[in-house]
């Protein structure tokens, strides 16, 4: 069964930068599309972006759009998202996520089969 852990979260100042990890074990993320979610104290959970099987379609929200970078290191089963730029109200828990879908449709956030547990971004002067 895929298993995912997230790493990479902490504490920043504003207009600083984070890397986030997804490391995947137990099946290889070829066949998987992986999705990035923040959830903020007191606020509903929202896809932040995403990226297919391949690695060929990415989507981004359009609050982090020319900010983030999603990322999938094929040998390495994992996907990053690295976040420049960082405002405030970026602060919050950060999860991925993985929908089995080997498919060229595009990335989305409907529909995924496992999550991680989470990592805690922070950004604050």
């Known amino acids: 069964q895929l298993q995912l852990v997230e790493s990479g979260g902490g504490l920043v100042q504003p207009g600083g930068s984070l890397r986030l990890s997804c490391a995947a074990s137990?099946?290889?993320?070829?066949?998987?599309?992986i999705a990035w979610f923040r959830q903020a104290p007191g606020k509903e959970r929202e896809g932040v972006s995403c990226?297919?099987?391949?690695?060929?379609?990415?989507n981004y929200a359009d609050s982090v759009k020319g900010r983030f970078t999603i990322s999938k290191d094929h040998a390495k089963n994992t996907v990053y998202l690295q976040m420049n730029s960082l405002k405030p109200e970026d602060t919050a828990v950060y999860y991925c996520?993985?929908?089995?879908?080997?498919?060229?449709?595009?990335?989305?956030?409907?529909?995924?089969?496992?999550w991680g547990k989470g990592t805690l971004v922070t950004v604050s002067s």
């Open positions: 996520a993985a929908d089995m879908d080997y498919s060229d449709d595009p990335c989305g956030y409907d529909g995924m089969d496992q």
């Open positions: 137990g099946y290889t993320l070829d066949y998987y599309a």
């Open positions: 990226i297919n099987h391949s690695g060929g379609n990415t």
